[in-house]
């Protein structure tokens, strides 16, 4: 049921040298994750920006607006006559409608 155990016996820095060698062994193979939205391009069109953040182009433009509720969620850039949004406010809208959300989902009953 149990295996064997071993001691040896080594001195603080032989310890320190030997997780030393292990973190630098570990950070040699080490692939930081690729942030969030990173494969998106600088300036979204409104049909990118609809479907990466999930709603629909109505609402996309709702968000675009001032209620009495909220200040608006995306505003879009106008660039030569088209709409375009930056990746940055897109990202940040993504975690902002996860609060509306739940804020509709409290107030269903959810």
Known sequence: MYGTVTQINVTPDQLTELVRIAVRSELATYTPPVPEGSDLPELLTRRQTADHIG??????????????GRPAVLVPLKINGRVRYRRADVLAALKESRRFKNKAQEGRGQ
């Open 55 to 68: 709603v629909s182009l109505t609402t996309l433009h709702e968000w675009a607006q001032d209620t009495d």
